[in-house]
């Protein structure tokens, strides 16, 4: 999940609140119900990451998770370290303290998830060639494990996205996207910033926008003015959600699970397979 973080006043000058930190909440509830074996969140977990105030309900929110034996893992997103990145990124490392700035792995159940920082302004010229070298390595060497049957790369600013208010991440097509589509066990690339929910494939691969975690949704451009192809049905765009991955054999299930319009539960929404070799090999 992406962008849980609370409403600032000055968005909601221009974007509607709808009940966001309750929602978030419920998010998480049906997270903890399904007991998975590992939560990912995709950076701006909170709205203002230097202010010890806005952690304090994110916190306990994971605390209840982790309290269940679920780990949860976490990257930095544009608002955890607005204003005072050092302060910001501080208080998100008490949370998460396995994070590391530059990126880090963790897997589950033979499938790899790669968490890279897309803040490239806030990590500057050094930390930024450590990183691609760090990426393009632990790729390689990801690659090379004949334990490891899929590989998910995630990062907060969406390489592709139609909102009209943060559109697509350069940054993120050039330094992450080339290499992914290049490993054929890179098979999904996740991501937030843009709070909505999307759907894109390029090269036959699978690019989510994941950001519905309780941040005041986005308007998107659609029809004639759509700048990529959403796969997803724009009609029907889930407010607030989570996405969850299985594997099943020698695919991966992914499935969009959303909060009902009243708020009154959550459900399956939108559902695809991604084969974890490809067709025909």
């Known amino acids: 999940m992406s962008d849980t973080q609370a409403p600032l006043w000055v968005e909601t000058l221009a974007l509607q609140e709808d009940m966001n930190r309750e929602s978030t909440a419920r998010l998480f509830e049906d997270i903890g119900a399904r007991k998975p074996a590992a939560v ?15 952690w304090a309900i994110m916190t306990t929110l994971i605390d209840n998770l982790r309290s269940r034996g679920i ?3 976490a990257l930095l997103g544009n608002h955890d370290v607005m204003v005072d990145a050092a302060t910001g990124e501080e208080k ?10 530059t990126g880090y792995v963790r897997i589950a159940d033979s499938l790899a998830v790669i968490l890279l920082n897309s803040n490239f302004v806030v990590l500057g010229d050094v930390a930024l ?11 390689a060497d990801l690659a090379r ?6 590989i998910i790369v995630t990062c907060h600013h969406s390489p592709f996205s139609n909102s009209m208010l943060v559109g697509s991440s350069v940054g993120s097509q050039e330094r992450f996207v080339t290499r992914f589509l290049a490993e054929p066990k890179a098979r999904l690339f996740m ?5 909505t929910f999307e759907h894109f494939r390029r090269e036959g691969k699978d690019f989510l926008t994941v950001g519905g975690g309780g941040g005041l949704q986005h308007p998107l451009y659609s029809g004639s003015e759509q700048r990529h ?11 607030f959600h989570y996405t969850y991955v299985r594997r099943l054999g020698p695919r991966m299930q992914v499935t969009v699970r959303r909060l009902e319009p009243d708020k009154s539960g959550t459900a399956d929404h939108y559902a695809f ?5 490809n067709e025909g090999k």
């Open 273 to 277: 397979s991604i084969p974890l070799r």
């Open 191 to 195: 991501s937030g910033h843009a709070h």
């Open 71 to 73: 780990p949860v893992s």
């Open 229 to 239: 192809a959403d796969l997803s049905p724009a009609h029907r765009k889930p407010k």
């Open 40 to 54: 990912f969140m995709l950076g701006d977990v909170v709205n203002l990451g230097f202010d010890e105030g806005e």
């Open 129 to 139: 060639d450590s990183q691609q070298q760090w990426y393009e390595q632990t790729l």
């Open 145 to 150: 494990d004949p334990g490891i049957l899929g």
């Open 92 to 101: 998100f490392q008490r949370r998460f303290p396995s994070h590391r700035r």
